[in-house]
Structures are given as C-alpha cells and as structure tokens.
C-alpha cells in the first residue's frame, strides 16, 4: 500500500550545524509533499510545502528538495538553533482535493544541541 | 491567530466509557480531520468529514465514531473506550481545495485504564 519512509528518526546536531531529514514515498500519484514541526506539548505546524512541478523550495532557513523520478524529498535546516528542536513530519498526498489521502511519515526528533 | 481549539489536554477515562473528545475551528474550514498519533506509527487518520453532517472513514475508523452538527465542530466518540485507545488524538482543519496543508490543534492525550 502507499506508504512514506522518513530517516532518520532521530537526529541531534550542534547549533549552527545544519540538518537533513529524507523522505521516500511509494505512490506516484503524489503532487504534493508538506512538511510539519511538532513542538513539545503542541499540535504539528505546517512549516513548508513543495509541488511536484517544483524541484526546490526555499524560505529562510528552511529549503525543501524533490525528485519525482526517484521518490524522495528531503528537508534541509541551516544554521539550526535551539528552537528548531521538535518532531518533524513529512508528507505526502495527490493533491487533487484536501482530503485526499495525506500520508504521514513515522517523524524525525530532531535535538539541536546549544 | 486562526485556531484550533480541543477542549480538553489530558483525559483519563475508565475501561467502557463513553468519551467524547471535542474539536472546534475558527477558520471557517469545510474540511476537519481527527488523527491518532502513536510513538513510532506517526499519524493515523481516524474519520475526516468534508461538509456538515458527512463523514468518511479513514484508516482506522474501528471503535471510534464522529459527528459534525456544525460547520466549526467536529466530535470525535468512543463508544466504549478500552486501554488500546490510549493515545494523543490531533484534531485538524483545511480549506476543500488541493494542495494546501492543515492546521492542527494542540492535541488530547487520553489515558483508558
């Protein structure tokens, strides 16, 4: 069945050190790749997205890659700080509708290390 | 700041209640979700409804029903709750269209003993 593989799960960088979280996924039906930051004791923020007729995605700190050919997408954090530390989830859905089926990778803890 | 209000952070039920985990929005969303979130199995999809009054099962529906009365309300009900719904349940919110993220609350954590 569909499915998103996310490494690693856990991942502990010094600060200003940056940090890269892969993800795969299995349908290629997917246009549509979000990722979340889990903090402790709230709910998953969308922090970016990225488009399948996108190949990268930039805001700040944070970029976002995609290659459709080989199924993966990948989050790059530069320049990490304290505050980055928290859960993050990647994503993947077609995109058709919002309720077409969004399917969550397992997450990465990430620990920015002061 | 748009919200996503769940009215309760911690609940603790006993084996066979009946609970009802509520979820409300602000943002005027058509589309509302209710997930499980477990170490290591991430997030599941439980029921998400599109319009007042439908819903539609997701992964895993078992155990569990929802209403929605309102267009800012989405409930979700264990009709009999036992130890293995003990979880972090996340409701979320979305505007219809494709390619747009949710927002989510910040989650009840349910223990059933």
């Known amino acids: 069945g569909e499915n998103v593989e996310q490494h690693p799960s856990t991942l502990s960088v010094q600060e200003g050190d940056s940090a890269v979280i892969k993800c795969t996924y299995s349908?290629?039906?997917?246009?549509?790749f979000p990722w979340y930051k889990q903090e402790l004791g709230k709910g998953p923020q969308l922090i970016i997205d990225?488009?399948?007729?996108?190949g990268e995605k930039k805001d700040q700190r944070i970029a976002v890659t995609l290659n459709k050919t080989a199924k993966h997408f990948s989050l790059h954090i530069t320049e990490t700080q304290p505050e980055d530390s928290a859960v993050y989830f990647c994503a993947a859905s077609s995109g058709r509708t919002s309720y077409d089926k969004v399917i969550f990778g397992p997450g990465t803890s990430l620990s920015v290390i002061p | 700041d748009v919200k996503v209000t769940q009215s309760s952070r911690y609940l603790v039920k006993r084996t066979g209640e009946k609970v009802f985990l509520e979820c409300v929005q602000d943002?005027?969303?058509?589309?509302m979700f209710w997930y499980r979130q477990d170490p290591g199995l991430g997030l599941r999809l439980i029921y998400f409804?599109?319009?007042?009054?439908?819903?539609e099962k997701g992964d895993i529906p078992e155990g569990y029903s929802v209403s929605r009365e309102k267009k800012e309300r989405f409930s979700l009900i264990l009709e009999s709750a036992s130890t293995n719904q003990t979880s972090m349940y996340l409701c979320a919110s979305s505007y219809p269209q494709g390619m747009v993220g949710y927002t989510f609350g910040s989650g009840t954590r349910l223990t059933v003993v």
């Open positions: 943002m005027d969303h058509e589309n």
């Open positions: 409804s599109y319009d007042v009054k439908m819903k």
């Open positions: 990225i488009r399948s007729n996108v």
């Open positions: 349908d290629s039906a997917s246009n549509y």
